[in-house]
């Protein structure tokens, strides 16, 4: 797809079939991930890909989020702080800088392959560690159920660039 359908085409999906995903598919999401950029190239990311269903369920403690939990994949994606790049002016931590980029990656791959996301950050961060067994050094940054969508989208709400953009 060119690249502005792309992001055109893109939209959060809260309903999903439960028709699974081919892992060769799942693959080349992934690798599109491995090539986001990061600060240093310093990459302090790690995927998880979460196909079997008592662990997807286990990953939500709200029944809300029941959808999220129904699509037949979820991809939670950690960073590992410790091993990101910081600024040194300021002390700035950018994993989860490079854990957005790498994510939207993700997002916009499984788009070009006719997949449904939505970013999914309120989770509780303890319940997925203990869900997925994460090491301390490792935290839960952003997941999103990965399927073939059930619904339309909503209609898209956006500010206007004159309200979000400064020409100097
Ligand atoms: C960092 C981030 C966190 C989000 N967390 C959630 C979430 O926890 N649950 C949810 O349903 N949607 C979540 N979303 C999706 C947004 O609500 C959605 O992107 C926004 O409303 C715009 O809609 P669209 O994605 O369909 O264009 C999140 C999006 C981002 C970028």
Same mark, same amino acid.
């Given at each position: 797809m060119d690249f502005y359908a792309l992001v055109n085409a893109r939209y959060s999906i809260r309903s999903y079939k439960t028709e699974p995903v081919p892992e060769e598919i799942i693959r080349r999401i992934l690798g599109a991930a491995r090539l986001a950029p990061s600060a240093a190239n310093m990459q302090p990311w790690h995927f998880f890909v979460v196909r079997d269903e008592k662990t997807r369920r286990g990953l939500?403690? +709200?029944?809300?989020q029941a959808w999220a939990a129904a699509a037949p994949v979820v991809l939670v994606a950690c960073s590992y702080p410790d091993k990101a790049w910081v600024r040194? @002016?300021? @002390?700035? +931590?950018?994993s989860d800088v490079d854990i957005a980029i790498a994510m939207e990656h993700i997002v916009l791959a499984a788009t070009e392959e006719g997949l449904g996301t939505c970013w999914i950050c309120a989770f509780d961060p303890a319940l997925v560690r203990s869900a997925l067994g994460l090491p301390g050094e490792m935290e839960p940054v952003a997941m999103t159920p990965l399927g073939y969508a059930e619904a339309e989208p909503l209609p898209r709400k956006r500010k206007s660039l004159d309200e979000i953009v400064t020409w100097r």
């Open positions: 939500f403690s +709200n029944e809300r040194s @002016g300021d @002390g700035k +931590n950018h």
